[in-house]
């Protein structure tokens, strides 16, 4: 059985940082890119940032480009998402994905809330 575990959301104040943390199961980690997603209440889920497993490159959304890293540690088959300086309108429930040639998967969600 997949499952896609997140953790490390919380409240932060604006300009703060976190560090969400997505934890694999039951897969091949390193066969998986690995992203983040996010979405906030009313809109729809976009993409934040991915790793790719297949030559280690990164990609980011513009909006958090400069303010987000994502990195991944094989040996604990875990992807962290970095996330500093935030905004208010960085405020959303996270989303770990996990997707192959074959098939994909996603975590439960981990809530990120910004205050002012």
């Known amino acids: 059985q997949v499952q896609l575990v997140e953790s490390g959301g919380g409240l932060v104040q604006a300009g703060g940082s976190l560090r969400l943390s997505c934890t694999a199961s039951?897969?091949?980690?390193?066969?998986?890119?690995i992203a983040w997603f996010r979405q906030a209440p009313g809109k729809e889920r976009f993409f934040v940032a991915s790793?790719?497993?297949?030559?280690?490159?990164?990609y980011y959304a513009d909006s958090v480009k400069g303010r987000f890293t994502i990195s991944r540690d094989i040996a604990k088959n875990t992807v962290y998402l970095q996330m500093n300086n935030l905004k208010l309108e960085d405020a959303a429930v996270y989303y770990c994905?996990?997707?192959?040639?074959?098939?994909?998967?996603w975590g439960q969600g981990t809530q990120v809330t910004v205050s002012s």
């Open positions: 994905n996990a997707i192959s040639d074959k098939d994909q998967y």
């Open positions: 790793h790719v497993h297949k030559d280690g490159s990164t």
């Open positions: 039951g897969l091949t980690f390193n066969q998986y890119t």
